[in-house]
């Protein structure tokens, strides 16, 4: 069973709102994604890093912004929300082995900005 | 660019039925291959991979083979279980990053 948190698990809030969503592994790994789930169900990476003080934008340009000061926490942050920013927000992780590496997923926070 | 398509649902199966997800692929190279599975309200959760051609995986009743000649990944499951109702995403990764390119995703309801 994947060691992988995120809160809060739903969060609704008004726009123009600063809003963090919380992500943290007790596995030590090394790479962190960020994915934006749209209510068809299709998944865009949207942020990932490779290890401390990494970050990169992923295939999907987002308005959030992440940080990773410490290996486990893999923050996300909007700085002000619209309801554009509307969706289901999943943080995984991984050891970083190479392309047959498994992702292992948190629950998943799922966000309304009215 | 690398991309994924796979057969778009939802389907509904009556249980015991016979299941097969299609899964096609667009890689430069020599992709990995993953099954992950979506349970109601929960996040994703990997149900089988394939590393090189001709690897089969296989977990929990379910299999797939890595055909690179067909560039396919194809799910299967002989007799489905009210259980295994949730969404199913074929994905793969290139090279020397982890990370994914998914498919659209399947939701699979299955009924007593």
């Known amino acids: 069973e994947a060691d992988i948190y995120q809160t809060p698990r739903y969060l609704v809030i008004g726009t123009g709102k600063k809003i963090t969503l919380e992500c943290s592994q007790t596995?030590?790994?090394?790479?962190m994604y960020w994915y934006q789930q749209d209510p068809g169900m299709e998944l865009h990476l949207i942020h990932y890093?490779?290890?401390?003080?990494?970050?990169e934008k992923g295939d999907l340009s987002s308005e959030s912004t992440v940080s990773r000061i410490r290996t486990e926490h893999f923050p996300l942050t909007l700085e002000s929300a619209r309801p554009s920013h509307t969706s289901q927000y999943l943080c995984?992780?991984?050891?970083?082995?190479?392309?047959?590496?498994?992702?292992?997923f948190g629950p998943g926070t799922r966000l309304t900005v009215l | 660019g690398d991309s994924v398509t796979q057969m778009e649902g939802p389907v509904t199966l009556s249980e015991e039925a016979f299941l097969t997800i299609n899964c096609t692929y667009t890689?430069?190279?020599?992709?990995?291959l993953f099954w992950y599975v979506q349970y109601p309200g929960e996040g994703l959760q990997l149900l089988l991979k394939?590393?090189?051609?001709?690897d089969k995986g296989s977990n929990k009743g379910f299999e797939a083979t890595y055909r690179k000649e067909t560039t396919s990944f194809h799910l299967e499951k002989g007799s489905v279980q009210v259980s295994d109702s949730a969404v199913y995403f074929c994905?793969?990764?290139?090279?020397?990053?982890?990370?994914?390119?998914f498919g659209k995703g399947m939701k699979l309801t299955v009924n007593p």
């Open positions: 890093s490779y290890g401390v003080n990494s970050t």
């Open positions: 394939a590393t090189k051609a001709d």
């Open positions: 995984a992780s991984s050891h970083g082995q190479g392309s047959g590496d498994t992702q292992y």
């Open positions: 890689a430069t190279g020599y992709p990995s």
């Open positions: 596995m030590g790994h090394d790479k």
């Open positions: 994905a793969l990764s290139q090279g020397g990053s982890e990370k994914l390119v």
